[in-house]
């Protein structure tokens, strides 16, 4: 049976940023006596197939999903995918169209380092950084404290990583919601007040967002979330409850690379679970 305080639908694992292993998430979820839990890894399905066939009898309820890391003229928006079929086309072509953007923008920022900095790493360390699932900041910061150009992969990051500026390519929201909704799958707007970086958007920019994504297919928002405030959740509880949104629950979980502990959520402090939560359950659950 599903407890709805024990549920965690946003994580990710060494398959994107994560430093836990799928398998390792799967024991952890374990551990953490979470009933229903997700993996969200970033451009990437293949973490859910391998928990999948880990899978037992006694196990918390498993549903596959990913993060699409979008933007378009207005912003940059993070989709959730839940639920979809791993085989279909649709799914896999954003997440290939995703991944060759990734790779390109590994590149240039190893070009910039280089260059600007004058910080260059063995062909060895790079062949391995490319063979990775999904290659990121992260692991090019992790790269620069070994190679004692920095002395945390946040201060990498921060002080030299985060330096460049450059125009590059992103999935834009509408290929992700419809590439999601094509595999048969629920797209849900993770942190929604979250858009680049630390801006917080608010108010009406923020009601503004979620209609023109409902307008694309958008079918949820991530009302409960561990960077979130009580206030924050109780403003997007209203916006899912007024357009009749499903509500889902993530800690956005990274192991090692973020202090936050799976599970953390914040439903524990909830006084009541929202209906759009039931119908999340209730949806995703029956494909």
Do not use: W
Not at 57 to 62: H, I, L, S
């Amino acid at each position: 049976m599903i407890d709805p305080k024990r549920t965690d639908l946003h994580m990710h694992s060494t398959v994107s940023d994560g430093t836990d292993t799928p398998a390792e998430i799967l024991d952890n979820a374990r551990k953490t006596g979470l009933t229903l839990f997700s993996l969200t890894d970033h451009d990437a399905l293949k973490g859910c197939g391998v928990i999948k066939g880990l899978l037992n009898g006694e196990d918390p309820c498993f549903i596959t999903g990913v993060e699409f890391s979008c933007k378009d003229e207005d912003g940059k928006y993070h989709i959730l995918g839940y639920g979809y079929d791993p085989d279909a086309p649709a799914i896999n072509g954003v997440i290939d169209t995703g991944h060759k953007y990734r790779i390109e923008k590994v590149r240039a920022r190893l070009d910039f380092l280089e260059k600007e900095f004058g910080f260059s790493f063995s062909e060895e360390d790079i062949r391995q950084l490319f063979a990775l699932d999904n290659p990121g900041k992260p692991h090019i910061g992790n790269l620069m404290v070994r190679y004692g150009y920095a002395d945390s992969k946040e201060n990498a990051i921060k002080q030299y990583i985060n330096q460049m500026r450059f125009k590059s390519e992103y999935v834009r929201p509408e290929q992700a919601i419809t590439g999601i909704l094509a595999s048969g799958g629920i797209p849900v707007l993770a942190h929604p007040f979250y858009g680049n970086g630390d801006q917080l958007i608010l108010g009406e920019e923020m009601e503004e967002r979620i209609k023109k994504l409902m307008d694309m297919g958008l079918k949820g928002v991530e009302a409960f979330y561990s960077g979130f405030t009580a206030k924050l959740t109780k403003q997007m509880l209203a916006y899912a409850a007024e357009y009749g949104l499903y509500v889902t629950a993530g800690s956005d979980y990274h192991g090692k690379n973020k202090m936050i502990p799976m599970g953390d959520t914040g439903l524990a402090d909830a006084e009541e679970i929202p209906e759009g939560m039931y119908r999340f359950f209730e949806a995703v659950l029956e494909q």
